[in-house]
Nanobody
Framework: QVQLVESGGGLVQAGGSLRLSCAASGRTFSRHAMAWFRQAPGKEREFVAAISRGGVSTSYADSVKGRFAISRDNAKNTMYLQMNSLKPEDTAVYYC?????????????????WGQGTQVTVSS
């Protein structure tokens, strides 16, 4: 069982930055690949970024490539999402997710564990 808690969301102007954190409970964090997803009002949940359980392999949605960076610290049981050059279309609830595997994937049904989400609002 893995419990995930996101933090770091908030209101920021376009062009600004935010850093999201995802804290995991338990001793098995390093066994899990992790990912960030987001869901805007009236839209389906979409993939943002993923990271392998060792932190070596990462992947990004085209919409955030070059602006967002995913990372993890297995010693602290925490994953991060550094978001730069934010745009109004980045406004959404951001969720972290975990799967008991080496690599992260882009499909949300591949992930067993989910956090409650943190709101990110980017004003124009």
């Amino acid at each position: 069982q893995v419990q995930l808690v996101e933090s770091g969301g908030g209101l920021v102007q376009a062009g600004g930055s935010l850093r999201l954190s995802c804290a995991a409970s338990g001793r098995t964090f390093s066994r899990h690949a992790m990912a960030w997803f987001r869901q805007a009002p009236g839209k389906e949940r979409e993939f943002v970024a993923a990271i392998s359980r060792g932190g070596v392999s990462t992947s990004y949605a085209d919409s955030v490539k070059g602006r967002f960076a995913i990372s993890r610290d297995n010693a602290k049981n925490t994953m991060y999402l550094q978001m730069n050059s934010l745009k109004p279309e980045d406004t959404a609830v951001y969720y972290c997710a975990a799967r008991d595997a080496i690599l992260g994937l882009t499909n949300n049904y591949e992930y067993k564990y989910w956090g409650q989400g943190t709101q990110v609002t980017v004003s124009s």
